[in-house]
């Protein structure tokens, strides 16, 4: 009872819907094989449900010779069988109805057309019992419908004898692979009779070894003869139980579910994959972890701002705000020579570009891209653009490591899926964030207005003095002369103009090159954040989806094999 209850797990649907899940989360990711495999049990489930399970199928299955068809009448009471001495006898599956009502669409789905009724034996009431061809024939088409019964009856019963009990096709190709499935699988040992009383022990013991090899430690073996009947009573028993239990369907199908799940979390990748990492299971603990995918996400920023050309961006925009600065508040006299030299920013299509603002400030998405357009920024150099593959690679392989193989392509995979676009997703960051970088101080605006108030005196200064100065040409009387203690006002004008508009000059050009700097140092950082954006958005983000699905994939597949 005990044991019983620790076995209640979640139930068969649960476990089936899991299965499917986890199915469509590997599909294209881990090997297909596993996939379809995993869809088939599924379908297979939904069918035998529909089917009678007040009926139990048992199949008869061993090499030839070993006395499946001897067994069968034995147990049917009848001579139904074709019981001979030319090997293989029996070619196509038949089967031994105990109280058959209804069972008759659960073998037509199991394609079983002959069709007997057993002996009456109400301990058997509701079994179903197939008597299949050899598994090891020299026939194809006997293998095929061998295999194809064996997974879909809901119980197995093994026939060996004496002389092939330990063939390695019975072992190898059925058992072993078998091994998830202890619970809805019997082993008999048929011919006993042939065998000297001593030997039957040591037969029995040898075979009981060679199972625990197969990994079925505790299958129930029988030692029985068809002929004399030995043993019969304890086959029958055992079937009349797991009959009357109506339970091997259940079982079998969670076995198969468990077995599809296994198959599922340790199968290889959809695709080959390249390097040479060995695959590793569902259950290996993923170390990939957040510190070191920070670590790889910090190198891939700093890569793609070198090839994005971050510091001379930088650079240009300390510059570009300088050489603005110089235009805006420089001496009037002189600034205009300024307007000759290239904007650094402007030359590389960055910021400076008159209808930036204009369409950031209108909302206009479309006019926005196509004015933040392509950057003439020069593009990365061969070195950088490596630095940036690798970088992304790492990144894969940081958040792949520990996972199984399958899994660890697909996330690798995953960080590199998007990477043709980092180019121009980085440049078109490089363009929006930078056009911030040209914003005018409002300083400028007052400077100028002071610098130009500052060159009017000083033009009426020297208007003033050149009206004295032909005055005195033409020897006119001079006019009264104002002074400003012992200097004459226009001169005070010309002189302190000059000098005023320098100093305001030179006074605003070390304010701009404090501000450029401030400025480069700010763009700096947000160009950094908004690269480091784009590569959280073209490579993080498809890593952790990834990842993500990997961890649904992986609760699903523990679900499905509870
Ligand atoms: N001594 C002895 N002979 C048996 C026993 N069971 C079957 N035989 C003989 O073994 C031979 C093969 O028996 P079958 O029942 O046809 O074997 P099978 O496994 O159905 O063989 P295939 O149909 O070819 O796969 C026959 O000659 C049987 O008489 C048994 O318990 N003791
Ligand atoms: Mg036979």
């Excluded at 199915?23 to 449900?49: I, K, M, W, Y």
């Excluded at 030319?86 to 669409?105: I, K, V, Y």
């Excluded at 009456?120 to 019992?129: A, H, R, T």
């Excluded at 697909?410 to 980085?426: F, I, K, M, N, T």
């Amino acid at each position: 009872m005990k044991l019983l209850r620790r076995k209640e797990g979640p139930s068969l649907d649960s476990r089936l819907a899991a299965l499917l899940e986890a199915a469509e989360l590997g599909e294209g990711r881990v090997s297909e094989q596993a996939v379809a495999g995993a869809r088939a049990v599924a379908e297979r489930a939904g069918v035998r449900r529909e089917l009678s399970i007040d009926h139990t199928v048992a199949a008869l299955a061993g090499a030839t010779g070993s006395g499946k068809s001897s067994l069968y009448n034995a147990l049917a009471g009848h001579d139904l069988a074709d019981v001979g001495v030319t090997r293989p006898t029996t070619s196509t599956a038949q089967a031994a109805l105990w109280d058959g009502e209804g069972a008759g669409p659960l073998l037509d789905w199991l394609d079983v057309p002959r069709r007997h009724s057993a002996a009456d034996d109400p301990g058997l009431s509701g079994l179903v019992l197939l008597d299949l061809p050899d598994h090891d024939s020299i026939r194809l088409s006997h293998r095929l419908e061998v295999d194809r019964l064996v997974e879909q009856v809901d119980l197995l019963v093994w026939v060996a004898d004496p002389q092939k009990y330990a063939d390695a096709a019975l072992h190898e190709r059925y058992l072993r692979p078998l091994a998830g499935h202890r619970d809805v699988m019997v082993v008999v040992l048929n011919q006993v009779d042939r065998l000297p009383a001593d030997a039957v022990d040591r037969c029995l013991g040898d075979l009981r070894r060679l199972l625990d090899d197969d990994g079925l430690p505790g299958i129930p073996v029988l030692a029985v003869s068809a002929r004399t009947g030995r043993g019969l009573d304890e086959l029958r028993a055992l079937l009349g139980e797991r009959v009357s239990e109506r339970k091997s369907w259940s079982a079998r199908l969670g076995a198969d579910i468990t077995a599809a799940a296994e198959h599922l979390a340790t199968a290889g990748p959809a695709q080959p994959v390249d390097g040479d990492r060995s695959p590793q299971a569902v259950d290996g603990s993923s170390s990939g972890g957040g510190k070191r995918l920070g670590g790889a996400e910090r190198a891939l920023t700093g890569a793609l701002c070198a090839a994005a050309g971050v510091p001379m961006v930088v650079e240009a925009v300390a510059k570009g705000h300088r050489h603005r600065a110089v235009v805006a508040t420089g001496w009037p006299v002189t600034r205009w020579v300024r307007r000759f030299r290239p904007d650094p920013l402007r030359r590389l299509r960055l910021g400076g570009l008159p209808a930036v603002g204009r369409a950031a400030r209108s909302g206009e998405g479309r006019a926005d891209r196509e004015i933040v357009g392509r950057t003439s920024v020069p593009a990365a150099s061969a070195v950088q653009r490596a630095q940036v593959e690798t970088a992304v690679r790492d990144v894969g392989e940081v958040a792949a490591d520990g996972m199984p193989g399958a899994w660890a392509a697909a996330v690798r995979q995953a960080a590199r899926s998007r990477a043709p676009e980092l180019a121009d997703a980085v440049d078109r960051a490089v363009a929006t964030t930078s056009a911030v970088g040209t914003r005018r101080p409002r300083w400028w605006r007052a400077v100028n207005v002071v610098q130009w108030a500052v060159f009017a005196a000083m033009l009426a200064g020297a208007l003033w003095l050149g009206v004295l100065f032909g005055m005195d040409y033409l020897r006119l009387p001079q006019p009264p002369l104002p002074t400003a203690g012992v200097v004459p006002w226009p001169t005070v004008l010309l002189v302190g103009g000059v000098l005023a508009g320098v100093l305001i000059a030179l006074l605003s050009r070390l304010a701009a090159w404090a501000g450029g700097r401030r400025r480069a140092r700010r763009t700096g950082r947000a160009l950094r954040a908004s690269i480091g954006r784009v590569g959280e958005e073209l490579v993080l983000e498809p890593v952790e989806a990834e990842l993500d699905t990997y961890a649904r994939f992986k609760e699903a597949v523990d679900l499905a094999r509870a």
